[in-house]
C-alpha cells in the first residue's frame, strides 16, 4: 500500500452570516492523498474546491473559520498548527502554483529574486549555487535564456511564461505535494496544453504528488490518477479518473460531461437546468435534487450519505447510482442546429486593415492612420443573413479587435465593412446614424462588467427600447416583458439588480437588452468563458432557439473552439491579425488544412483520458506580426522556406469550398490529413 | 523617458501661461484699477491722469501682460500697492516662513501618517485599529479653524506653555520664529496626518487581499519580511501622490490656520493683498502658487514612474 501524504478528514469550513448563522462552504469532506499520484478536484465556481485547496496547506480565507475537522500532514493537523510553524511547511513541503500568476507575482520584484526567496527559506544553498539553481529551474520549466528571464519584472512576461516562473517558485522547495488552483485556466489553448504536459512530466521526474483543482474537466482529464467531483461543498463522486469521465456513476458528473461540447460533435449540448444552490439556503435532502434527473421522493427529504463501492474502487453519494451504473455511458445527444441561412449577404468586409498606431500630429491634420504593419491586415469576410460565423484564434489574433471595428468601437486604417450591400460602416460610432447603430449590437464576455449595477434589470432593457424606439409606459413595460420571456426569467425579475442575479441570469439580461433593440446582427464577444460549463450550455442553446426566432447573424467570437464547433455554420481561423483559414466548420474541424488550425485544434484539451493533444508548435509569443510573407511562418512547423518569409501566401480553395492561405500546395496539405 | 519629462515640463509651462492670463484678465475686468483705488476720492482728472503715466496704465492690456510676464520671468513682479515697495521683497520673506511652516508640518506629518496607516493596516479591526482610526476620523472632522483656536486657549492661555499667536517682525530669524510655529503646526499636521493615514491605511489592505499576497504567504515567506518586502513597496507607490498634493497645499499657505495664529506666511498675504486690493501681488501669487503645484506634481509623477517598473518599461519601450 502507498503511503499517505495527506489525510482530510470530516473538514467543515465556513462563516458565520449577518445574523449569525454558521453557513458552510465545505461540508465534512474526507479525502486521502497518496503519494506520487495526481488527483484532480472538479467543481464548478461555487462548489469549494479552491478552498479545500488552500484547507490542505493550512490556509483559510479571511472572514472564513474552520468549524471541524482536520488537515493531517506528516501526523500533525495543519489547521491548528502556529504560523510559525507554518512557515516550515509552505513552500518547503506542500507547494500552491496558482490560478492567475500574472496576478501572483508581486509586481515590484524581479522574478530571479521571487524564486531566490523561495530558495533562502527552503533550502541551505549559498548565493552562487542559489544563483545556478534558479536558472536550472527555469530551465526546467522551458524557459527560453533563464539569466534574462530571471533580471525581468512579471509584467514583462507573457502569460504562458508567468505560469511556469510560478511553477518554478513551487518547484525551489522541493516540496512533497504540489497544490494547483485553475494552472491553466486564461492561457491560450495552445500554451495551456504546453503548461499541462510541463506538470506531467515533473510529476513523472519528480515522484510529488499533486492535488489538481479545476471547473475543466478537459484538463483534468489530462493529468488526474483519481478525481474528485464536487458539488455545493460536499464530495459527490470520487474514483479513478477513467472510470469517472467514461462511466459516471453521479448524476451531476453525469450531466456536467453531458453539457460539455465536444470536438468531434457539432450540434449543442445539453444543458443541465437550474444552478447549484448558494451556500446557506440548502434544504434536507440532497443537495443536487433541483436538478436531478434520477432523483425520487426519498431524495428530497434525506440527504445521501457517501458510499463505497469496493468492485469499483469509487465513493458516490446518490440512492440511485446502482441504475446509473447500468446505462450510464456518456452518450452525449446534441441539439442538432437547424441552419437559417439565406441567400442574402448581410455584412461584407472587404481588405480591412485595422491599427492601434498613435496618430501623430500630421496625421490627424490629414485624418489617417498611418502603419505599414497594422494590427490586423487584408481581412476578407462576406457574412450571409442567419448565419453564426464564428472567429478563432489566440489571445492577439486580432478577433476582438474585428468585432470592435464592426461594432464602431475603432475605426478601420483601410477597406470597407458594407451592411446590406449598401450602408458603409467603416466609419466610428460618431459618423454612424441611430439606425446603423441599432441594427449590430454587442454581448459582452463579462456580464458583471456589462451590466450597470445601479440599474434594475428593468432600467437595462428599457433602455435601447427607449432609445431606439421611443417606448414609454405600458408598451414599454409589455415589451420588456415579452423579452424577458424569450430569454426564460420570469417577470419578477424586472425589479431587480444585477447583483441578485447568477452568472447565468445575467448574461440572459444581457442578451435580452441585445435583442431588444431588433438587431439584424449580435456580436457576441467570449460570451460564455465566464460562465460554468452547465450554465454555458443553457445560454448557447437560448442563443441558437433566439437565433431561429428572430433571422439574427451571430459573429461569434471564442477561444473555446469546442463551443465554436456547436455552434457556428463557419470558421474563420486568425494568427496576428490575418486570415489563415474560412471555411464550413464541419470541414475545417474535420479536416484542418492549414497548418495553424492544425496546432490550434490538435491542442484542445477533451474530457476524455483516451484522446491526447497533438503538440504541434512551440508556444512562443510573438509580440507583432511579422513585417512581411506569411504570419505564421514564427511558429510553423511546416515552414518551406524564403518564400514563407518574404512572400503573402496566396488564397487555395477546396472543393468544399475551405479557403486556406499558405504556400503550402493543397494537395500536400490534404494529403496529410489522411495519415 | 526623456521625452517624457520634457514633454510634462512644457505642459507645465502651458499651465502657468493659462493661469497668469487668467488672473490678468480677471483683474482687468474688475471695476476700478490700481489708481483709482490708490488715489481713492482724488482720482480724476489731472491726477488720475499723472497716476495712470506714473504707472503704465495708459498703454493697451496686452502691451502691459507682455512686458508684465517678461518681467515676471526674470522675477520682479513689479511694486505692491500698500507698501510701495518690490513685491519681490515682500515675498520673500513670507515664501520663507511658509515653507518653515510646511517642512516642519511634513517632517512631523508624514512619518506618523506611514506609521499610523501600515498599524491600522496590519491589525485591520483590532484594537490598535479600532482606537487610531476612531482619533484619526474625529481629527479629519474638525475644522482646523476650531481645532487652531482650542489649541490657543489650552496651551496658550490656560497653561502659558508657548505664546498663542505670531508678533514677530515677518523678517526674524529661524531661531526666533521656532517657539512660535509649534501651535501651528500641529493644527496642520493634526489634519493632513489623518487623511494621509487614512489613505494609507485602505492602500495597504487593499494590497494585502491581492493574490500576490496570499501566495507569498502560501511559500512560507515570514509575516514582517512579507509585510516588507511584498506589501509596502506597491502600498506607498499610490500614496506619493497624495503626498505631493499635500505638500503643495502646505506651501501655498494654509490661509485659515495663518490666520488664526497671525503666521506670516504666504496664506495670509493672500488675505491681505485680497481685501487690500493690491492687485499685482495678487497676480503675482497666483502665479507661484499655481508654479509650486505644477512642479511638486510633476516631481511626485516622475518619482511614481522611477519607483514603479511597471510603468518604467511601458515608457521605454513606447
Known amino acids: 500500500m502507498t503511503e499517505i501524504i495527506q489525510k482530510v478528514k470530516n473538514l467543515s469550513i465556513g462563516f458565520k452570516s449577518k445574523k449569525g448563522e454558521e453557513i458552510l462552504i465545505l461540508r465534512n469532506i474526507s479525502t486521502n492523498i497518496k503519494k506520487g499520484e495526481t488527483v484532480g478536484i472538479v467543481g464548478e465556481s461555487g462548489s469549494g474546491k479552491s478552498t479545500l485547496a488552500l484547507a490542505m496547506m493550512g490556509y483559510v480565507k479571511h472572514g472564513l473559520y474552520t468549524i471541524g475537522g482536520e488537515c493531517e500532514f506528516n501526523s500533525s493537523n495543519l489547521l491548528k498548527m502556529k504560523n510559525r510553524d507554518l512557515e516550515k511547511i509552505r513552500g518547503r513541503k506542500i507547494a500552491m502554483i496558482p490560478q492567475n500568476a500574472g496576478q501572483a507575482l508581486t509586481p515590484n520584484l524581479k522574478i530571479g529574486y521571487q524564486i531566490d526567496e523561495a530558495l533562502q527559506l527552503h533550502s541551505d544553498l549559498k548565493e552562487e549555487e542559489r544563483e545556478q539553481k534558479i536558472s536550472e529551474l527555469l530551465n526546467k520549466v522551458r524557459l527560453p535564456s533563464p539569466e534574462t528571464i530571471a533580471l525581468r519584472y512579471p509584467h514583462e512576461l507573457s502569460g504562458g511564461q508567468q505560469q511556469r516562473v510560478a511553477v518554478a517558485m513551487a518547484l525551489a522547495g522541493t516540496p512533497d505535494l504540489l497544490l494547483l488552483d485553475e494552472p491553466t485556466t486564461g492561457l491560450d489553448v495552445t500554451t495551456q496544453a504546453h503548461v499541462l504536459e510541463l506538470l506531467n512530466f515533473i510529476a513523472k521526474d519528480t515522484g510529488t504528488s499533486m492535488v489538481y483543482v479545476s471547473h475543466d474537466l478537459g484538463a483534468i482529464a489530462q493529468v488526474s490518477d483519481r478525481i474528485i467531483v464536487m458539488y455545493s461543498g460536499e464530495i459527490v463522486l470520487e474514483g479513478p479518473s477513467r472510470d469517472i469521465l467514461k462511466k459516471p456513476i453521479h448524476p451531476y458528473t453525469y450531466g456536467l460531461l453531458k453539457s460539455i461540447p465536444k470536438l468531434s460533435l457539432a450540434g449543442l449540448p445539453q444543458s443541465m437546468p437550474g444552478s447549484q444552490p448558494q451556500p446557506g439556503t440548502m434544504h434536507r435532502g440532497c443537495s443536487f435534487f433541483d436538478r436531478c434527473d434520477f432523483s425520487e421522493e426519498k431524495c428530497k427529504s434525506n440527504s445521501p450519505q457517501l458510499e463505497y463501492l469496493e468492485e469499483l474502487n469509487t465513493s458516490v453519494r446518490c440512492f440511485n447510482h446502482k441504475s446509473l451504473m447500468n446505462d450510464s455511458q456518456v452518450n452525449q445527444t446534441v441539439n442538432k442546429i437547424k441552419k437559417s441561412l439565406q441567400d442574402k449577404e448581410i455584412l461584407n468586409i472587404s481588405e480591412v486593415s485595422i491599427s492601434y498606431a498613435k496618430q501623430n500630429l500630421l496625421d490627424q491634420v490629414l485624418n489617417r492612420i498611418s502603419d505599414d504593419n497594422p494590427t490586423v491586415k487584408d481581412i476578407n469576410i462576406n457574412i450571409k443573413k442567419g448565419e453564426t460565423i464564428a472567429l478563432v484564434g489566440e489571445s492577439g489574433s486580432g478577433k476582438s479587435t474585428i468585432l470592435k471595428s464592426i461594432a464602431g468601437l475603432l475605426r478601420t486604417k483601410d477597406g470597407v465593412i458594407k451592411f446590406d450591400q449598401k450602408r458603409n460602416l467603416s466609419s466610428d460610432l460618431k459618423e454612424r446614424d441611430p439606425n446603423d447603430l441599432r441594427i449590430i449590437q454587442l454581448i459582452f464576455q463579462n456580464p458583471d462588467e456589462s451590466l450597470n449595477p445601479n440599474h434594475t434589470v428593468e432600467e437595462i432593457i428599457a433602455q435601447p427600447l427607449k432609445l431606439y424606439f421611443g417606448l414609454k409606459g405600458e408598451e414599454l413595460k409589455t415589451n420588456i416583458k415579452e423579452l424577458l420571456q424569450k430569454v426564460r426569467l420570469g417577470e419578477f425579475y424586472m425589479s431587480r439588480y444585477p447583483r441578485q442575479l447568477s452568472g447565468g441570469e445575467k448574461q440572459r439580461v444581457a442578451v435580452a437588452r441585445a435583442f431588444a433593440a431588433k438587431p439584424d446582427i449580435i456580436l457576441c464577444d467570449e460570451v460564455t468563458s465566464a460562465l460554468d460549463v452547465s450554465v454555458q450550455a443553457a445560454v448557447l442553446n437560448l442563443l441558437q432557439q433566439l437565433k431561429e426566432d428572430f433571422g439574427t447573424t451571430y459573429i461569434f467570437v471564442s477561444h473555446d473552439l469546442a463551443v465554436v464547433r456547436a455552434i457556428s455554420d463557419r470558421v474563420a481561423v486568425l494568427y496576428q491579425g490575418r486570415l489563415c483559414e474560412v471555411g464550413p466548420s464541419n470541414d475545417v474541424y474535420q479536416f484542418p488544412s492549414h497548418p495553424y488550425t492544425e496546432v490550434l485544434l490538435g491542442a484542445v484539451l477533451e474530457p476524455d483520458p483516451d484522446i491526447k493533444p497533438k503538440l504541434v508548435a512551440e508556444d512562443i509569443v510573438e509580440e507583432k506580426p511579422p513585417q512581411k510573407g506569411c504570419s505564421f511562418q514564427g511558429r510553423c512547423s511546416r515552414i518551406l522556406g524564403d518564400i514563407c518569409k518574404n512572400e503573402i501566401p496566396p488564397w487555395q480553395i477546396t472543393n468544399s469550398g475551405n479557403s486556406i492561405r499558405c504556400h503550402i500546395p493543397l494537395k500536400e496539405l490534404q494529403k496529410d490529413q489522411i495519415n | ?80 500697492l500698500s507698501g510701495e515697495m518690490p513685491i519681490k521683497e515682500v515675498l520673500g520673506p513670507r515664501i520663507k516662513n511658509s515653507l518653515v511652516l510646511a517642512s516642519a508640518a511634513i517632517f512631523i506629518g508624514i512619518p506618523i501618517a506611514l506609521i499610523l496607516g501600515i498599524v491600522t493596516a496590519l491589525w485591520r479591526d483590532k484594537l490598535p485599529d479600532v482606537a487610531i482610526s476612531t482619533v484619526t476620523i474625529f481629527a479629519m472632522t474638525i475644522p482646523e479653524f476650531i ?74 515567506v515570514p509575516y514582517w519580511k512579507m509585510v516588507f518586502k511584498h506589501v509596502l513597496p506597491n502600498a506607498l507607490l499610490p500614496a506619493i501622490n497624495v503626498v505631493a498634493l499635500t505638500i503643495a497645499w502646505l506651501l501655498g499657505g494654509v490661509v485659515v490656520t495663518e490666520v488664526v495664529f497671525n503666521y506670516p506666511g504666504l496664506g495670509r498675504l493672500v488675505i491681505e493683498s485680497i481685501s487690500n486690493r493690491d492687485l499685482p501681488t495678487v497676480q503675482a501669487l497666483a502665479i507661484i502658487l499655481a508654479s509650486i503645484y505644477v512642479s511638486i506634481n510633476l516631481l511626485a509623477d516622475l518619482m511614481t514612474l522611477m519607483l514603479n517598473p511597471r510603468l518604467k518599461t511601458l515608457q521605454i519601450r513606447k
Not at chain 2, 471695476?31 to 482720482?43: F, M
Not at chain 2, 492661555?157 to 517682525?169: C, K, S, T
Not at chain 2, 496570499?214 to 512560507?220: E, P, R, T, V
Open chain 2, 1 to 80: 523617458m526623456l521625452f517624457l519629462i520634457i514633454k510634462r515640463i512644457l505642459l507645465g509651462l502651458i499651465t502657468l501661461f493659462i493661469v497668469s492670463l487668467i488672473t490678468f484678465v480677471g483683474t482687468e475686468i474688475l471695476p476700478g484699477d490700481a489708481c483709482t483705488t490708490y488715489l481713492e476720492r482724488q482720482a480724476f482728472g489731472e491726477q488720475l491722469e499723472a497716476c495712470y503715466r506714473r504707472l503704465g496704465l495708459n498703454v493697451p492690456a496686452y502691451e502691459r501682460y507682455v512686458s508684465w510676464a517678461v518681467n515676471a520671468i526674470q522675477g520682479d513682479f513689479g511694486y505692491s
Open chain 2, 147 to 220: 481645532s487652531a483656536t482650542l489649541l490657543i486657549l489650552i496651551i496658550a492661555i490656560w497653561l502659558e506653555w508657548l505664546p498663542g499667536i505670531v508678533i514677530v517682525p515677518t523678517d526674524v530669524s529661524f531661531f526666533e520664529l521656532l517657539p512660535n510655529i509649534i501651535l501651528p503646526v500641529i493644527a496642520i499636521a493634526m489634519i493632513m496626518t489623518a487623511h494621509m493615514a487614512r489613505m494609507v491605511r485602505s492602500s495597504v489592505i487593499q494590497v494585502m487581499a491581492s493574490e500576490y499576497v496570499q501566495m507569498a504567504i502560501l511559500k512560507g
